[in-house]
Nanobody
Framework: QVQLVESGGGLVQAGGSLRLSCTAT????????MGWHRQTPGKQRELVAM???????TYADSAKGRFIISRDNAKDLMYLQMNSLKPEDTAVYYC????????????WGQGTRVTVSS
């Protein structure tokens, strides 16, 4: 399988920027699809952005125009550049990876906390 480790979270003022990183180690079969999700207390985990290993991306409406997802397949890294951050972006951000097999469950990192102060 694969192990995921996130980094780059922290405290930032509204309007600021942060870049999250996710390092993947293991079988690349399980990182064909990678993405970032976020979760706040009492709410379900929600998709922020997703990227396939061919570079195809998709974004949640809340992330469009402000966040950029990218990956470096050679280095097994994925990034989320977050700009124009808002207090409502405050959450724990999770790296996710999965294969194309519908029978495989997604793999999650441990999460990194992002706090945006107003």
């Amino acid at each position: 399988q694969v192990q995921l480790v996130e980094s780059g979270g922290g405290l930032v003022q509204a309007g600021g920027s942060l870049r999250l990183s996710c390092t993947a180690t293991g079988n690349p079969f399980y990182t064909v699809i990678m993405g970032w999700h976020r979760q706040t207390p009492g709410k379900q985990r929600e998709l922020v952005a997703m990227i396939f290993n061919d570079g195809t991306t998709t974004y949640a409406d809340s992330a469009k125009g402000r966040f950029i997802i990218s990956r470096d397949n050679a280095k097994d890294l994925m990034y989320l550049q977050m700009n124009s951050l808002k207090p409502e972006d405050t959450a724990v951000y999770y790296c996710m990876a999965r294969s194309l097999a519908t029978s495989d469950s997604p793999i999650w990192g441990q999460g990194t906390r992002v706090t945006v102060s107003s």
